[in-house]
DNA sequence: GCTCCGATCTTTACAATGTAAAGATTAGTA
DNA sequence: TACTAATCTTTACATTGTAAAGATCGGAGC
């Protein structure tokens, strides 16, 4: 691992070292080359794993989504009902991006939010965060007994979806500043939906 | 105008060329020397009229703010009562970006969208499509003989917009398909709020 | 008209970046 | 053990943002 020729796993690596440089330094500064130097490896090396530039970025926000999903699960675990379950998910949504404003800008910049967890894909079935959020509303239609058509459900979700998207959007524009405590769990709650 | 020294009126020419390769070539295309070249000047030349390229960067995202502002302002003016205004403007909302998905990208990538209209201010208040949509709530609120208090009017702006800021997005995922067809007044309508 | 000043533009230069090409090193396999 | 493919280095080049020094020009004042 130390001076060695062959990294051992420089792959993930890179990976984590373009999540460390956009924490630390903001996404601006993320080069292919400053990764390779954290890595202590030549500027050339990642091409070994990476087609170019975009494949890493891709990677990095696979692995980021995948922290996102995580903290979506996490929320929904601690509820008992389906109902709260979704409230807590829209909250969790925001909240995620509220602490890591980064996170936002650097995921949604490309539009193209599904290509980088399934490269053939590109379809919101195919989006982790999506299905969360379509199962646990699936699973609230149920828990109350509520019928409704397939076309009735799928705007549903997507209001939710905007909803919550839309907050963390503005919750994260540090150029607009509202009288609002993003932290605040109950007034987070009565903005969704 | 042709060939002189002086061009006469490069920084506007810039912000055009800039919007101009945004829209041929994308986003990532855009640099400062391009646009130069565009204008028939030195590629140092831009720096007489911007300090940086954020700066260029900045303009061009007033002078397309301006348009999406412009955008909802005809929105409204079309309709006769302050309750179908303020539904138009939340579909003129989706719909100015669902033709323009690169602005989309393009505006809101920087997370700063105040401080290119007004560079010392950083507050909602500040940014005219906000100042658009309190202004129709409020003659919303009055044409109703509605009261609510000032928190009340706040939620009911932040849900507003985003609403509309959240649908924009996920209609602008080119990842993300839809079995939604984004140029339907009606269906979007029955998304808002 | 002429002079001068500041705004505008050009030229030159340099460092950072993405990427291609050729070769060195090594792990794993036949 | 020899070979092969994966991995990494070195070298090279084009594109970019930006700084510095100087050229050009428009307009204000005389």
Known sequence: MSDRYHHGNLRQALIDAGIRIINESGEDKLSLRKAAALCRVSHAAPY????????????????????????LKRAVDGEENAESALVEMGRSYVSFFVCNPDYF???FSSLNIVA????????????????RLKETYLKYLKEKGIKKSRDEQEADILRLWASAHGLAAIACMSGVETSFDWND?????????
């Open 48 to 71: 070994a794993h990476f087609k170019d530039k975009e494949e890493l970025i891709g990677a990095i926000k696979a692995s980021v989504t995948e922290q996102f999903t995580e903290e």
């Open 185 to 193: 769990r109950g007034a987070i709650e009565a903005l969704l939906l």
């Open 105 to 107: 800008k650097f995921l």
């Open 116 to 131: 980088h967890i399934r490269p053939d894909r590109q379809h919101k079935e195919d989006y982790p965060p999506f299905v």
